[in-house]
C-alpha cells in the first residue's frame, strides 16, 4: 500500500492546521480509509516520563488508525516553543529531511492516506537554505492552504497561495474562522476566492467542535481534472 500524502499548511502559526488535519483523518477515517497524521517537526513539547510529547502530534495520533507509536507520528521532537531551525540549534539536532522522508514513508506504506502537518507556515526554514517548502516541493505534495480568517489574512493567504502554486500541486484552501470572527468575513473570504486562483474548499465555521470531519478525496478528483 502506498498511500497519498495531503500536506497541510497554513497562513501563521495558531490558525486551525490542527484542527483541520484532525478534521481530514476523521473525514478519511468516516469514508472507510486507514489514515495516520504525521507531524514531522515539532518544537514545544513538554516533557513526560516516556519523551518530549507535543500537543499537535497527540491530536494527530488520537485522530488517526490506531496502532501508531508517538515516535512514528513525530520524529523531531523539539522542548521550545520557537522556530523549528532555531528549536533544533539549541537542542544541538540539525534537521535532517532523510529522517523526516523516513517517517513518512513507513507511515505511507503501511496507510491510505498520510495527512502531513506542517509548522508555522510555508516557508518556515527546517535548517539553512532548506524550508518547508523545498521538502513538500521537492515530492511534489498536494498542498492545502489553511486561511485564519482574521485581519491581515488576505496578504497571508495570496502570498502563500502563490508560493505554494509555484512549488507544487495546489489543491485549495480552507477558510477556517477563528474567534473573535472578524467583521466583515463574507467580504474577506469573497476577495479571497477572487485572488486566489485555486478553488475554496471548505468554510469551517468559528465553533470548539472536535468531531468535525472533513473528507478530502472529492478535493483530488477536482484537483486532477483541473491539472
Ligand atoms: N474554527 C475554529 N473555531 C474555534 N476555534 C478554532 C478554530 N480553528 C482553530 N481554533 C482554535 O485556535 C487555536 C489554534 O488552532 P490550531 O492549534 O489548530 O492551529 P495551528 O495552525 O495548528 O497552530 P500551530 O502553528 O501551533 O501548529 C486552537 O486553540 C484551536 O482550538
Ligand atoms: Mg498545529
Redesign the pocket.
Known amino acids: 500500500m502506498t498511500a497519498q500524502t495531503l500536506f497541510v499548511t497554513?497562513t501563521d502559526?495558531?490558525?486551525?492546521?490542527?484542527?483541520i488535519a484532525v478534521a481530514l483523518l476523521h473525514g478519511l477515517r468516516a469514508a472507510g480509509f486507514s489514515a495516520v497524521g504525521y507531524k514531522p517537526v515539532a518544537s514545544g513539547c513538554e516533557a513526560t516520563s516516556a519523551g518530549l510529547r507535543n500537543e499537535?502530534a497527540l491530536a494527530l495520533q488520537a485522530a488517526s488508525t490506531p496502532g501508531w507509536d508517538y515516535g512514528a507520528i513525530n520524529p523531531i521532537a523539539l522542548a521550545e516553543p520557537i522556530a523549528p531551525h532555531i528549536a533544533a540549534a539549541e537542542a544541538g539536532v540539525t534537521i535532517d529531511t532523510e529522517v523526516l522522508d523516513d517517517g513518512h514513508a513507513r507511515l505511507a506504506a503501511a496507510s491510505d492516506w498520510v495527512v502531513v502537518?506542517g509548522?508555522?507556515g510555508w516557508h518556515v526554514p527546517l535548517r539553512a537554505r532548506v524550508d518547508f517548502a523545498d521538502w513538500v516541493g521537492g515530492h511534489g505534495w498536494p498542498t492545502l492552504l489553511v486561511v485564519g480568517m482574521r485581519l491581515g489574512c488576505v496578504n497571508h493567504a495570496v502570498l502563500s497561495a502563490r508560493a505554494i502554486a509555484a512549488a507544487t500541486p495546489f489543491i485549495g484552501w480552507i477558510a477556517?474562522?477563528?474567534?473573535p470572527i472578524q467583521p466583515r468575513l463574507e467580504e474577506n473570504i469573497a476577495c479571497l476566492e477572487q485572488a486566489i486562483a485555486a478553488p475554496l474548499c471548505a468554510r469551517?465555521?468559528?465553533?470548539?467542535r472536535a468531531d468535525l470531519a472533513l473528507n478530502p478525496a472529492p478535493w483530488f478528483v477536482r484537483m486532477n481534472r483541473r491539472e
Do not use: S, W
Open positions: 497554513g502559526t495558531g490558525i486551525g492546521k490542527t484542527r499537535d502537518e509548522a508555522g477556517n474562522t477563528l474567534p469551517v465555521a468559528c465553533d470548539a
